[in-house]
Structure formats: structure tokens, C-alpha cells
């Protein structure tokens, strides 16, 4: 498939999957799951840092779950995303909930800010992207000092292909049939080597798994599937 049909292929995806963003029980149902998880995680890597009147990047922001959150603390926040429906759907809801969130309709591989960041959040992106490397390349120069780089995605090994795929899209449907292409996923190493030949520097690496005896998801030091990293800038 020819990189214009994949890109056009995922668009059409999300943007018919849109509509569902702020459904807890429809098509993103798993994002508000982990959404309390996603906010623990960024919180403990700002190494306490107040969160109120930092600038952050939420690139990728689909309809603005973690946009909000953060929002709602006291940042200021700019969220991007290819989809013009995504945010669409973002900014109606930000007003509704009288939220003040910068968002920004365009290609996150080619994205043009001209501010830097205390903060750059990329969840569930890169897995996405047609050149990763060459997106984290130019996303790290719009850190500021110090600024940190947050990041989840998936693992790539015949355990992630099973669970994340086989599972999760094609028999217990919690997340749509084709959001994810296994030749796609990323290993944490590709990632922090990546990043180390960007001047950043690992500051944590935490999986996420979904504990069947408790039923709900968890931070955890497996790897194998899903995960978040952290970078800060040399």
C-alpha cells in the first residue's frame, strides 16, 4: 500500500470514528478506561513541577480526552490532530465545559508551531506514523529546556500481535478492526536509541497491561504489549 493510501485509509478511519469521542461506552470506551492512568503517569514524570501555566503539546489530541484533563489543571494546553473532525468535536466540547485549549487542525508530520513546549504528549501516534524516527527528530526541537517528551505506544513481538490485535480489534472488538498494523509497532529500544541520538534522554520506561483478576488496566514493569516512555531534553 502506497504511503497516500495508508494515510487516507486512517483518516477515513477516524474520521468516521469521530462522533464517538466522548461515548464512555462507544468506540473509545478503552481511552476513558485508561484515562486516569494516562494522567497519573504524566503528573509523576513533571518531577513535581506545578502543572498550572506550563505550555503543553498534545499532538494527536483525537477529540481532546487528555487535552481536557490537563486543561482542567491549569495548563496551557495546545492540541493537534489530522483529523478536522476530531477537532471539531475537541473544541465543541472544551466550550461546553468552558475550557480554554489552543486546537489545531494539521498533518502532525508536518507540523509547524512556532512556540516550544514544557511538555509534548504523544499517545497511541507513532504506531501511525509512515517515518517515526524523522517525527521524533523534529518534535524534540520544539521542546524547550528541561522540557519532557512523553510517550505510549505498542510493542512489537507475537505477544503484542496476538493481544493487540487478534484480541483487542478482532474478538473482544475494544478497539476497532484495523486501527492498528503490526509491521507498525514499535520496541522500546528502537525508541530510546532514537531518542538518544535526539538529546533526549531516558527518564522512565512503565508498561501497561490489563489485569483479567481485577478486570481494569494498570501500570506495570511489563513492556511486552503496551507502554508509556519518557524523555527530557539534554
Known sequence: MS?????????????????????????????HQIKP??????????????????????????????SESLARLGANVTGIDFVEENILIAKNHSLMKNLKVNYIHGDVEKI????????????????????WKSFVLKISKKLKKNGIIIISTINRNIISKT???????????WIPKGTHNYDKFIKPDEIINCAKQNNLDLKNLTG???????????????????????FAKS
Request: glycine share 4%; aromatic share 14%.
Open 3 to 31: 504511503k497516500d493510501k495508508e494515510y487516507n485509509t486512517e483518516y477515513e478511519l477516524f474520521n468516521k470514528l469521530s462522533q464517538d469521542w466522548w461515548d464512555e461506552n462507544g468506540k473509545f470506551k478503552i481511552l
Open 37 to 66: 492512568i494516562r494522567m497519573k503517569y504524566i503528573i509523576s514524570q513533571l518531577n513535581s513541577k506545578n502543572i498550572k501555566k506550563i505550555e503543553i503539546l498534545d499532538v494527536g489530541c483525537g477529540g481532546g480526552l487528555i
Open 112 to 131: 509547524n508551531i512556532s512556540k516550544n513546549f514544557d511538555l509534548i504528549i504523544i499517545f497511541e501516534l507513532l504506531e501511525h506514523l509512515n517515518d
Open 163 to 173: 493481544l493487540a490485535i487478534h484480541f483487542a480489534e478482532n474478538i473482544l472488538n
Open 208 to 230: 501497561l497491561i490489563f489485569d483479567p483478576l481485577e478486570f481494569k488496566w494498570r501500570l506495570s514493569q511489563n513492556t511486552k504489549v503496551n507502554y508509556f516512555c519518557s
